[in-house]
């Protein structure tokens, strides 16, 4: 089991910035050898793809939405996962999951996605 636990989530006005943190604990070895991703759910809606690194980080891939203005990055070393979110909008407003994938290769689908965190709240002010 990983356990995943995001930090780094507030309420912050459009145009700004926020940096959101996903520690994993438990089975590290499983952390540092899968891929990574970042999801959101907002109300009424399905969770939806945001961001994927590869496990070693060399590989990312971004949602429509998220590419130019959000970076997924890793760091091994610290079994963390982060989000840098520039440039939000009010509709970047949602719970902002991070997820361990069931492979080394980074994904989109969320299916291919065993272990989740609790979720961390992002609220965009126009």
């Known amino acids: 089991q990983v356990q995943l636990v995001e930090s780094g989530g507030g309420l912050v006005q459009a145009g700004g910035s926020l940096r959101l943190s996903c520690a994993a604990s438990?089975?590290?070895?499983?952390?540092?050898?899968?891929?990574m991703g970042w999801f959101h759910q907002a109300p009424g809606k399905e969770r939806e793809f945001v961001a994927t690194?590869?496990?070693?980080?060399?590989?990312?891939y971004y949602s429509d939405s998220a590419n130019g203005r959000f970076t997924i990055s890793r760091d091994n070393a610290k079994n963390t996962v982060y989000l840098q979110m520039n440039s939000l909008k009010p509709e970047d407003t949602a719970v902002y999951y991070c997820?361990?994938?069931?492979?080394?290769?980074?994904?989109?689908?969320?299916?291919?996605?065993?272990?989740w965190g609790q979720g961390t709240q992002v609220t965009v002010s126009s």
């Open positions: 438990g089975r590290t070895g499983t952390f540092r050898s899968n891929a």
């Open positions: 997820a361990a994938a069931r492979g080394a290769q980074p994904m989109s689908n969320i299916r291919e996605y065993a272990y």
């Open positions: 690194i590869s496990w070693s980080g060399g590989r990312t």
